[in-house]
């Protein structure tokens, strides 16, 4: 009797669970939405606790505008693929309507074909697209744009000429700006941004996260993407997911991680006050390759801005850290403010950094510090490092484990390498040979030395 009772209790807490939340997620999409969720997507949510369905409303190369039209003329042109239980099915020559009332979505996504993505006029059915699936679905859902990413350097692809002048900066900052202005048009607030968190990872990884220009790479490429749509959907942090596909080591799989992470958290972060105006961009650390000019400070009713004179346009290399201007908190009064002389002082900048070449050897033997055979990567302090190099440093140790990072305020170091500026990065090979340094910790100078050390990690 005693143990019947034991078994109806437990049979009782069984069926008074709670049941697991199924979120239903629905791209409009084209090929750009194939690499971004039918693959990787379930399982980092699943690795997390969360479930999810997956549908692709998917016509190759498919733009708002065909989107749009075939809401109209009822053409069976999609492909269906529906992923449960992380199972993929499809069904080819179906209509949008019959994708949309398949189920009862929560989250539905719209897209533009990418050699468009950063053209506004290509936008103008957006608002009538939006209307036709509204009143189409089910129930009520949210709205989110899948921000695509630029193509890469080499791309042959069409329109990257005829818009971008076959530069990928070009394209990716008119992928933001174009995103935005066009989303706020009709009420999107909810941005995918896969164009960063791409962008971010070809900081370290360099321009291979494309297999042909402009779809993503299979494995790694793809696994980015994923990593990007899983923290949106699910509000979590995607850091330390313990699932990756077979064919990326643990190692590449922190930098997708870090990369759809830093993605998420910049298109959180909303008035951003900007510290350089130069060549018509806002920056928040100064861009490296003017770092030691002389500057021009401009204050003006609590406001303060810094520009220097150049005639040069900045390199890509440097403007890919500037930040949108729609994110910059009084723009416009920031660039009225840079475009006044009155009350403007010249600031002397910082004596040029004394960047210690690959020609000399790192002055302190390698056997003592037990590290010999090991790149090593040396942070010359004073005081305490902020709480976001520490996380970036102890990031670094996860996706480089080979390697050996030291922070060290020893006065026999600083001394011997003649250091003046703080925090100072270093860069030794495994045969004590100085790759690079830095004085200072900007977004710029980290991904150039992280770029730098996974590849002495993985390839040396």
Known sequence: MK????????????????????????????????DAIEQNLYELAHAQGDSLVIGNAYIGGCTIDRHWENTYNGKTDYSYRKVVGGVKITKNKVTLKEIIQDDEWDVITVQQAS????????????????????????????????????????????????????????MYQSILNTVYSET???????IIPCAVS???????????????????????????????????????SVLGNPYHPESITPQMA????????????????????????????????????????????HKAGGKKIMTINTPAELPDADRFYAIPEFKVKDAALLKQLAGTEDNAKIVKGPAAFNQITNSKEFPFSLDDAGIKGKPSVFVLKKGR????????????????????????????????LNIKEFPTMIL???????????????????DQMLKELFHMCRYE
């Open 385 to 416: 490092l902020s709480e976001c190099e520490t996380a970036e440093l102890e990031m670094w140790k996860k996706i480089c484990p080979q390697a050996e990072i030291n922070v060290t305020s020893a006065k026999t170091y600083i001394k011997q």
């Open 254 to 297: 922190y930098v997708a991680q870090k990369s759809a992470h830093e993605a998420s958290e910049m298109q959180k972060a909303q008035d951003i006050e900007p510290v350089y105006y130069i060549n018509g961009d806002f920056y928040k650390e100064c861009p490296q390759s003017v770092e030691y000019q002389l500057m021009q400070c």
């Open 184 to 190: 706020r048009k009709v009420d999107i607030s909810d």
């Open 3 to 34: 143990s019947l009772i034991t078994v109806l209790l437990f049979i009782v807490c069984v069926v008074s669970l709670p049941a697991q939340k199924v979120l239903k997620v629905l791209a409009i999409g084209n090929s750009f939405s194939v």
């Open 198 to 236: 791409i962008q971010r990872a070809r900081a370290i990884l360099g321009d291979s996260l494309t297999r042909d220009g402009f779809h993503l790479e299979k494995a790694y490429g793809r696994y980015v993407a994923a990593c990007t749509w899983c923290e949106y959907l699910t509000g979590k």
């Open 115 to 170: 050699p468009y993505s950063g053209y506004p006029p290509s936008f103008s059915h957006l608002s009538e697209l939006m209307n036709y699936v509204k009143t189409t679905a089910h129930k009520p859902f949210r709205f989110a744009y899948h921000e695509t990413w630029a193509f890469s350097k080499e791309s042959t692809r069409i329109g990257f000429k005829e818009y971008y002048q076959n530069r990928q900066f070009v």
């Open 428 to 446: 030794v090979d495994k045969d004590g040979k100085i790759r690079q340094s830095f004085a200072g910790t900007t977004r710029q100078k980290c």
